[in-house]
């Protein structure tokens, strides 16, 4: 089946530093969804990208599609230790509503 | 909060034994899925329903079932517990908009251990 590759697996970061996750596809993607556990907590969504070559931001979080729609990446910029978590990509898969998750980057920051 | 309940918050029970989760899903959406979260593995999908219907199906085992009732709550069954079956489990729901690709709402999960 499908399989959605997430590197790094760890990242451990001092505040202010920079932070970027990416989540790799063999196969194009039909839209990609970002979520963020923080530590003893659930998924919670962050966001949606569905278009090649698409790019959103939320405040210092910057989400890329790949233009084959077979990559994409979170970027932090200036990272806090409200940042601290564990950043999921997911994929949808065909027509299904069903989504395959990355196995997740997770993010420490030192103040 | 997500708005989606799940209970117990944490089971522990023995090899060999039966539980049922429990999941009810946020007002307005139909759509349940399931979800198995262990340490090395990820979140890794198992069932959806949509409406009481089965919708979709990912590396459920044969031990594991799930059910949506007419009030759109539901139940995921694990029965021949291993010790392996140990994991938080989450819920998650979506909304009814038709679209293909809907944000997931995830329930604040159950830890199940078994010993």
């Known amino acids: 089946g499908q399989q959605v590759m997430q590197i790094p697996q760890y990242q451990h970061v001092q505040e202010g530093e920079d932070f970027t996750t990416y989540c790799n596809s063999s196969t194009t993607l039909s839209n990609i969804q970002w979520y963020k556990q923080r530590p003893g907590g659930h998924p919670v969504f962050l966001i949606q990208l569905v278009k090649s070559g698409e790019v959103k931001k939320q405040k210092r979080l910057t989400f890329q599609f790949g233009e084959a729609k077979k990559n994409s990446s979170l970027h932090i910029t200036a990272t806090q230790t409200t940042d601290v978590g564990t950043y999921f990509c997911?994929?949808?898969?065909?027509?299904?509503?069903?989504?395959?998750f990355g196995k997740g980057t997770k993010l420490t920051v030192n103040p | 909060d997500s708005g989606v309940t799940q209970t117990p918050k944490h089971l522990i029970t023995a090899t060999g034994q039966r539980v049922t989760l429990r999941c009810s899903p946020r007002?307005?959406?139909?759509?349940v899925y399931w979800y198995q979260q262990s340490l090395d593995q990820g979140l890794q999908f198992l069932i959806q329903?949509?409406?009481?219907?089965?919708?979709a199906k990912g590396n459920i085992l044969e031990r594991f079932s799930a059910q949506q009732f007419p009030d759109l709550h539901s139940e995921l069954n694990l029965s021949s517990l291993e010790l392996g079956d140990s994991a938080l489990y989450f819920c998650?729901?979506?909304?009814?908009?038709?679209?293909?690709?809907?944000?997931?709402?995830f329930g604040p999960g159950t830890r199940l251990t078994v010993l």
């Open positions: 997911a994929a949808g898969q065909g027509g299904s509503e069903k989504l395959v």
């Open positions: 998650a729901s979506s909304p009814s908009s038709g679209r293909p690709y809907n944000e997931q709402f």
């Open positions: 007002s307005g959406d139909l759509s």
């Open positions: 329903y949509y409406n009481g219907e089965e919708r």
